[in-house]
């Protein structure tokens, strides 16, 4: 089977996670999201939540610097060992499933990727949000702005073209309008259907 | 204010506001805020070619004096001598990097204090000055952090203290000499001195804090280091020096060429050459022995930094054309009284507390013509003015995590071998020891020229 790499951006709230967890399985693929930081953890020596302290956060601009490449902020230099990390096992042949860290940008020129990006309308995610995390409307409506605007941050800055912006993904995919389960269904199809042209060539 | 000047200042405010922000790279930041400075300010408002002329000081490569300088003279405009100096150091670095110079020194090190924890943590700060007087503190860190790192897996102690005064020490070194720090360069080459002038004034002082800091580090840091150490460790596993030389004929050549140039740079007062000669011989020796490889070591210069050096002189020439650094220069001469102790203070303290948080470089830039003005109109000798500046920014720098590239580089290092250095663990640590250096360099300096 050639390989296949599924990269999943998302909106907070979207159900994102949720749709590429699912993928993975019906894919039968490991998934890096969660896990991506805990093997990072074993690799250097720091505990998961070090990790999960800077993991997906903008570096902040006034107190970083960079010199010929270095970082003296944390947040950069987790960003670089999840890009070095997810750009091994692409390198290795692996497939897999990998949530956010810019995936579809530093997998690209990978011809087994596959990239989706997830939204939802704001009343679906708030929705959701309320459920997960039990929080009135609105706070769960300023979680996801605040959530957002650090994922679009993160992304812009390593990437330098816009989070979300549909040209960037393979497919860009509202989550409320089919519900999580249906849209993916949709996403297999899709995938299935790319992946058989892929071992077509 | 006159248009020119009000264009000159935004156009540097606007240049150091893009670099803190870091979203376009900051060699095309200078190089955009140069250009505007010689179209707008020179030629547009001030309508003066030879302001434009002055400024890139290309005729400057004519001269006799620029290689060869029998009387110490000052220099305007974009200082040349600085970024042939510094092209010429970055060539002759890769060469001895390639040759494995950096590592082998390291694992030597280590080797002869047989792999004992203390000792390495005494004879590497020591280490990291020395070199940082010779070569640029960036390339000192980035082989010596790695080494630490190395070592700490080995020998099972916390590589982040250490790692830290590496940091400061480098820092500390680089204010040694004229060839240690950038700052120094500009200053040096801006002011026609010597190696020789820096190493007998800043050099002195940077001793004595060397002493200082050894043992502050020492006191704050040798518990942290020790923890852990106390299980026996195989040392016949550790790498030996040798395994570091990737080429027995380049490194010779490679440690010969380094030697040569720390003799010329001795020296370059009593043979004349200046550190543009230098630095171009040196160039040329590193490549005409590389054979083949060198176009790669030409490959590896880092030339978005000497970018980044001329589009900062050309728009620090704008303030200086315009007459707004002699502004400054008179507003420091005015709240200071004629009192020269407070000058210094002055001088030495706020470019310490800027460079702690702004990049050094165009801090020094920016400050070597105010203070060549307030020499002039104060009576004060531009050198102590100049002592002050250099140990102010060099030693500043080692405040906080983004004071100097040495902080950067080591604490990037440190985090991407799994050990995060938070501001804080930073700077509860080197904060205070930069604070003692700067009081000592104080007390030095109203000492010995007052």
Redesign the interface.
Known sequence: MAQLIISVGREFGSGGRVIAEELAKRFNIPIYDRHLITEIAEKTGLTPEEIEKYNEKPKHIIISRKVRGYSNSIEDNIAEMQFNFIREKAESGESFVVVGRCSESKLKNFSGLVSVFILGDMDAKIQRVMKIYEMDEHDAREFIEKKDKKRKRYHNYHVGLHWGDSRLYDLSINSSRLGIEGTIDYLEQYIKARAALEESK | MTAAQIFAVVIFVAMFVLI???KIERHFVTLGCGALTLTVVFGICMRSGSAIWDTIAIKGFATKEFWYQVTESESKGINWATILFIAGMMVMVEGMAKAGFFRWLCMKIASLVKCKTIPIFITFMVMSAVLSMFIDS?TVI?FLAAVTIELAQLLKFNPVPMILSEIFCANLGGSATMCGDPPNIIVGTSLGFSFFDFLTNTGLVAGICLVVSVIFFYIVFHKEIVDGTDKPVDISKLPQPSEAITNKKDFIISSIIFGLAVVLLITHATTHLTVATIGLAIAVLTLITAGKDALELIKKV?YK?LLFFIGLFVVVGGLEETGILKLIADFIGRISDGNVKLMIAIILWVSAIASAFV?NIPFAATMVPIIQSLSASAGVPIETLAWALSLGTDIGGSA???GA?A???G???A????H????GRYCKKLAPATVIVLAISTVYLFVRYL
């Open positions: 803190v922000l870091d960036i980035m880092d930094t990049d906080t995590p983004i590239s902080n950067v580089v604490t990037s290092v985090a991407k071998n799994g995060p250095i938070s501001w």
